[in-house]
Every structure is written in C-alpha cells, then in structure tokens.
C-alpha cells in the first residue's frame, strides 16, 4: 500500500515563497518518478514538475509556467519529495499534489497525469497580489 502525503501549502502574498513536502510511504521502491500537479478552480489538473527518483537521479522536468522559479527535489533517505516555489504569482494559486509513477515515463508525458499511478489528497497555495 502506498500512500502519498502533501504538507506546507499556505497563504502568502505575491513575490513570497512556500516549500512544499511529501512523504511516500510503502512500496516506494518501485516509483521512477515523483511530480508535482496543481489545479486551480474551475481549470483542469497541470503538471508542474517531475523528476526522476531511482538511483543516480538527474532527469528533471519544468512546466514553462514555473521555470527559474520552482525547484523540485527528492531525498531517497527520507522517501520525500519537495517543491521550492520561489517569486510566487496569484496565478499559482491551486491545489497542490504530489504524485507518483511506477512507470519509466518518457520524456515527452512527464507533466501528464496519465503515467502517475499513486496521488496524495493535495495542499491549498494561495497566493494573494
């Protein structure tokens, strides 16, 4: 059973910053990659960014909304994942989740939803101007 675990949303205001956690519990071991999904009101489910999570890591992918902005890491040892979300913007104001593959995901479907097998019940960013 895995279970996927988001803290660290709030509010704060424009230009702020936020750190996002996840803590993967059980069959972790089998995941290639870990990500980072949002959705706003009355918008569908974006991908925000995704990275590799096996041994040797490296593969990290963006979506251009948060390039330069937003770090994604993940620290095997403590089996969690983290979104820096640096110079937030109101329009970054949505649910947060953290997902999880057990897929070798290409390239080009690392920001869609479809790969991602496991979810986390997802933490509330707002971010006010």
């Known amino acids: 059973q895995v279970q996927l675990v988001e803290s660290g949303g709030g509010s704060v205001q424009a230009g702020g910053s936020l750190r996002l956690s996840c803590v993967a519990s059980?069959?972790?071991?089998?995941?290639?990659?870990m990500g980072w999904f949002r959705q706003a009101p009355g918008k569908g489910r974006e991908g925000v960014a995704s990275?590799?999570?096996?041994?040797?890591?490296?593969?990290?992918r963006y979506a251009d909304s948060v390039k330069g902005r937003f770090a994604v890491s993940h620290d095997n040892a403590k089996n969690t994942l983290y979104l820096q979300m640096n110079v937030l913007k109101p329009e970054d104001t949505a649910i947060y989740y953290c997902?999880?593959?057990?897929?070798?995901?290409?390239?080009?479907?690392?920001?869609?939803?479809?790969?991602?097998?496991?979810w986390g019940q997802g933490t509330q960013v707002t971010v006010s101007s």
């Open positions: 997902a999880a593959s057990r897929a070798a995901v290409g390239w080009s479907s690392l920001l869609r939803d479809d790969p991602y097998n496991y």
């Open positions: 059980g069959y972790t071991y089998s995941f290639y990659y």
């Open positions: 990275i590799y999570t096996r041994s040797g890591g490296g593969l990290i």
